[in-house]
């Protein structure tokens, strides 16, 4: 997630997003009060949701390390034409505005209604060397392979 309200752009990576309607097109996810991101991803009237590859391991950890400068690498992001900075290397990238949030414990959910959504290679996925999706499950990180498919009925 990428936010910047005119104090300097911020980035966390949350381990999931979920996907809550498709009419309107909505998605959530959780902010800690613990990520220094947090105050900037909550007063931000939009944001940008990265859905990254296997290939992009290393900007999920760069963006859930704390204290690390995130925006270092100036050719790794740009800013949208809306002013939101996005990660280059994402084969999507989500903007959308922040519709809703949600106190929950120490987290707060955003609901946030996608706008525009932008397609590394819009032709990326149908083919056979198209980055394999980034998946973060048991506190591990994996890529979704023909190998994660699970068959129904199987043990």
């Known amino acids: 997630m990428t936010a910047d309200t005119g104090r300097g752009p911020v980035a966390l990576t949350a381990t999931s997003v979920i996907s809550v309607s ?49 925006f270092a690498d100036t050719g790794s992001w740009a800013r949208l034409a809306t002013g939101e900075p996005h990660f ?30 932008h397609y590394a290679s819009p032709d990326a996925a149908a083919r056979s060397d198209a980055p394999r999706p980034l998946v973060y499950h048991n506190r591990t990180w994996h890529q979704l392979s023909e190998q994660s498919q699970m068959v129904p009925g199987a043990q």
């Not at 309107?24 to 940008?48: D, H, Y």
């Not at 994402?90 to 959504?117: E, Q």
């Open 22 to 70: 498709a009419t309107p097109p909505l998605l959530v996810f959780s902010v800690s009060v613990l990520s220094s991101a947090t105050p900037t991803i909550l007063e931000s009237s939009s944001v940008v949701v990265h859905l990254l590859g296997a290939d992009q391991v290393d900007l999920a950890l760069l963006c859930a390390t704390s204290g690390a400068d995130r």
């Open 88 to 117: 280059v290397a994402a084969p999507v990238s989500i903007r959308g505005t922040v519709a809703a949030t949600f106190t929950a414990g120490a987290s707060t959910l955003v609901v946030v209604n996608a706008t525009h959504a």
